[in-house]
């Protein structure tokens, strides 16, 4: 799932330690692999200062969750970068698509919903009007790719 994308510094690590670049490459996969997996098990290991925000993260086909802790809660449509997440799903920059707060066992904690792909906040209001007319569903945008989505979002709406 995780490919270490930055080539140049796994070879600049290779040769600086000489280590075969392909085996740099596959330890890098495997610390952002580790560090995924202790995120999803131990999230109070990243507890700092702030609300518990659990994000999910999707850029096209590549999607992540992590959970941290934020000073302030990011508001619909705003952009944040996060480089960590780079290696992983292709891109550093989103924008929040959804935000619900909730009480979890006596917890306030925020869930964010963020995209990767380019922000269009006209198609995201067309989008809402194809869900309340009932030409989508909720369970297409999980199962469509973004540009099915568009296609019937255009034929319904071309004017």
Do not use: C
Request: proline letters at 3%; aromatic letters at 16%.
């Amino acid at each position: 799932m995780i490919e270490a994308k930055n080539t140049m510094a796994s070879s600049s690590i290779a040769t600086d330690r000489r280590y075969k670049a392909t085996d740099v490459a596959k330890w890098i996969t495997q610390m952002y692999e580790d560090i995924y997996d202790l995120n999803d098990t131990e999230p109070e290991l990243f507890r700092a200062p702030g609300i518990r925000h659990d994000i999910y993260f999707r850029s096209y086909d590549n999607r992540i969750f992590f959970t941290m802790w934020l000073q302030q809660t990011p508001d619909l449509y705003h952009r944040f970068q996060f480089n960590f997440l780079r290696a992983s799903v292709g891109t550093d920059s989103f924008w929040v698509k959804d935000i619900t707060h909730k009480f979890d066992g006596g917890e306030y904690r925020v869930s964010l919903s963020v995209s990767g792909e380019e922000l269009n906040k006209y198609r995201e209001l067309m989008l809402d009007k194809a869900l309340f007319n009932g030409l989508i569903d909720l369970i297409d945008l999980h199962h469509k790719h973004p540009f099915e989505i568009d296609k019937i979002l255009w034929e319904s709406y071309r004017g």
